[in-house]
């Protein structure tokens, strides 16, 4: 069965670095659009970051832009989020999804388009 595993998570200081990872497993990874999401007590969730199934093609929150950055390894199955400048307004469960490429589609912000997620990995920025 389709199973995405994230680590990483942690407790950082404001300003610090931190790099998710999201490792995939009974998919074509390849033929995958990946996004990361996050979740924050008490809100919705939230999109973050997205990659094309060739790595080629990302689109990022407003609020992460220029901070944060997605890549894959379609060699080892595995979406990455480095996330630089890291702020306390950052702290959320991360959350990795793949959907199935489709014509037209490299990138995508809806979370409900996606197939499959992952259980979350805490991150956690202290001021």
């Known amino acids: 069965q389709v199973q995405l595993v994230e680590s990483g998570g942690g407790l950082v200081q404001a300003g610090g670095s931190l790099r998710v990872s999201c490792a995939t497993s009974?998919?074509?990874?390849?033929?995958?659009?990946m996004g990361w999401f996050r979740q924050a007590p008490g809100k919705e969730r939230e999109f973050v970051a997205t990659i094309s199934p060739s790595g080629g093609t990302t689109d990022y929150a407003n609020t992460v832009k220029g901070r944060f950055s997605i890549s894959r390894d379609n060699a080892k199955n595995t979406v990455y989020l480095q996330m630089n400048s890291l702020k306390p307004e950052d702290t959320a469960v991360y959350y990795c999804?793949?959907?199935?490429?489709?014509?037209?589609?490299?990138?995508?912000?809806?979370?409900?388009?996606?197939?499959?997620w992952g259980q979350g990995t805490q991150v956690t920025v202290s001021s």
């Open positions: 999804a793949a959907r199935p490429r489709s014509f037209g589609i490299f990138t995508d912000d809806q979370s409900a388009n996606y197939n499959y």
């Open positions: 009974g998919l074509t990874f390849k033929n995958y659009v």
